[in-house]
């Protein structure tokens, strides 16, 4: 498996807004896509928020990322963000779920 995250650092009276849109825009369209396994948005502290994708392979991260979804957002985010997001790339080596 092959996960990319991404830290957001908002505005805190623009949080609740950045969120709700991150989940309309960013969700909806990753079920969809060849690979996905699952899209995680963690918050700390009423400004942060973390997004974790997992995909099959990295090819079907970058496959979701040439629909231009993130370069969207940015755009809807500009005046909301305290910085720019830091994006990373994780390799799965080790997975556990409830049965």
């Given at each position: 498996m092959y996960t990319a995250v991404m830290e957001y650092h908002f505005k805190k009276e623009s949080f609740v807004d950045a969120c709700e849109t991150w989940n309309n825009e960013v969700i909806k369209l990753a079920k969809e896509q060849p690979g996905f396994v699952r899209m995680q948005f963690?918050?700390?502290?009423?400004?942060?928020?973390?997004?974790?994708?997992?995909?099959?392979?990295?090819?079907?991260?970058?496959?979701?990322?040439?629909?231009?979804?993130?370069?969207?957002?940015?755009?809807?985010?500009?005046?909301?963000?305290?910085?720019?997001?830091?994006p990373a790339i994780w390799d799965t080596i080790y997975y556990a779920e409830a049965e």
């Open positions: 963690m918050i700390r502290d009423g400004e942060y928020a973390l997004a974790i994708g997992t995909w099959e392979k990295q090819e079907d991260a970058q496959n979701f990322m040439k629909t231009g979804i993130f370069k969207d957002l940015l755009e809807k985010f500009a005046d909301i963000l305290v910085e720019t997001p830091t």
